[in-house]
């Protein structure tokens, strides 16, 4: 599975380190290794907002990637836009994939689903300080069927 790849336009501005560890965050799902996180974040990383029952840093992460690699596992992650200024960086990526496992309690759907992230990271030196996460999970779950249609159109 390839690596997902900063825009060569963000390299303008990120140190090489800070472009190796988003690259490192975001692979942990691209590349199905959860582990990548210990070398893209600090052992303190603050993850905001934390998912339910997620614990702290990247050790309380991983079970939520691995989760998520379960529930898809064909999930595609394609880095669209990163915008970055001194020790932050914005971005913007899309991810998608086939419903096959639970998620959040949601039953697999077999449906492919697609969805956007929106995320916004603080950098201490070269690894992740913080992240500031929002996903369109309406969507998502939306196309997992996991809500009803709206009158006249179809789930």
């Not at 998620?103 to 070269?126: I, M, N, T, Y």
């Amino acid at each position: 599975m390839p690596h997902p790849r900063i825009p060569d336009g963000a390299a303008l501005v990120l140190t090489h380190g800070q472009r190796t560890a988003l690259e490192a965050f975001y692979g942990a799902l691209g590349r199905r290794d959860v582990n990548l996180l210990d070398g893209a974040t600090t052992p303190d990383w603050e993850d905001i907002p934390l998912a339910p029952g997620q614990g702290p840093g990247p050790e309380g992460a991983k079970p939520v990637f691995r989760m998520l690699l379960t529930a898809f596992p064909d999930l595609v992650v394609e880095i669209v836009d990163v915008l970055a200024e001194r020790d932050r960086a914005a971005v913007r990526a899309r991810v998608s994939a086939t419903h096959a496992g639970p998620l959040f309690g949601v039953p697999a759907s077999g449906r492919r689903v697609a969805f956007v992230l929106h995320e916004f990271h603080d950098f201490e030196g070269d690894r992740l300080r913080r992240t500031w996460h929002l996903e369109d999970l309406f969507g998502l779950f939306s196309q997992a069927g996991a809500f009803p249609a709206l009158p006249g159109r179809q789930a």
